[in-house]
């Protein structure tokens, strides 16, 4: 099966997924190393639940 996509439209594609995990990797390391990273971690717990639902 192909994708119909180009080479450079994929590694844009992967470039700009580096960059978002990048940031989301920062935000997730303030959150672990804070005080409030088990109320974080319940409120991930009822996200998971719910996406696990659907």
Do not use: E
């Not at 960059?19 to 319940?42: H, Q």
């Amino acid at each position: 099966m192909k994708a119909g996509a180009s080479q450079t439209l994929s590694t844009g594609i992967g470039l700009g997924l580096h960059i978002a995990a990048l940031f989301i990797l920062g935000v997730y390391v303030t959150i672990a190393g804070s005080a409030k990273r088990n109320t974080w971690f319940t409120i991930g717990v009822i996200f998971a639940v719910i996406a696990m639902l659907d």
